[in-house]
């Protein structure tokens, strides 16, 4: 059983989009995707992809001038790979990364230590709701922001032509720690697929 599986006393999913040989949950991110994070929410000092694939967010990332660093638990070509995030040791200032589904919750507890100033996870919009999440994560830690997305992203394994719109809604959830108060709720123009795509 993947390791992942069941973490804080709670079982996941088992629902999958797609097979995938090459590890759990590879669906590289849209580049659109990242633009509208970068566009709306400013990070200061370096960056860590820790669940980096094939380098498409951390490509992003490179093109507006921040300075990144890539890892990944699985070799795809890219960065650091056999680099496991749940048990690092390693600190940043900001962490930003599209984590597999069925380690998100770790990735978060994870991300509370290991990021200095900020993290943002690009998560399912229903990932705020659940009894186990509010017990462990929404009434400890709180993001300070959640900025959903009003156009649907469709996640797609490599090389796959992309069409049609994606059925699930999407959000990037920033933990931010100069935040204070409850959690902001903002929307993303329309837009970003067009204009980055």
């Keep these: 059983m993947d390791r992942t599986y069941n973490l804080n006393g709670s079982f ?4 999958k989009r797609y097979a995938d040989l090459d590890g759990p949950d590879f669906y590289p991110t849209p580049r659109w995707a990242t633009f509208a994070l970068i566009d709306n929410e400013k990070f200061k000092g ?3 992809e820790c669940a980096c694939g094939d380098g498409a967010m951390t490509q992003v990332l ?51 230590s290991q990021a200095r100033e900020k993290f943002a996870l ?12 509010s017990r462990t994560i929404f009434h400890k830690n709180p993001p300070s922001r959640v900025w959903v997305f009003s156009e649907r992203i469709t996640f797609y394994p490599k090389g796959v032509k992309a069409t049609g719109s994606g059925t ?12 204070a108060g ?16």
């Design 12 to 15: 996941k999913p088992t629902t």
């Design 46 to 48: 370096d960056i860590w």
């Design 62 to 112: 490179n093109e507006t001038g921040e300075n990144v660093v890539s890892s990944d638990l699985y070799d795809r070509g890219f960065g650091e790979c056999g680099h496991d995030f749940l048990f690092t040791k390693r600190k940043c200032q900001n962490i930003i990364t599209n984590p597999p589904f069925n380690s998100a919750e770790g990735f978060v507890e994870k991300a509370l």
């Design 122 to 133: 690009l998560l399912r919009l229903a990932f705020l709701e659940g009894a186990n999440r």
């Design 168 to 179: 699930t809604a999407y959000a990037w959830y920033v933990w931010d720690k100069n935040h």
């Design 182 to 197: 409850s959690t902001e709720l903002a929307w993303f123009k329309p837009g970003y697929k067009a204009k980055y795509s």
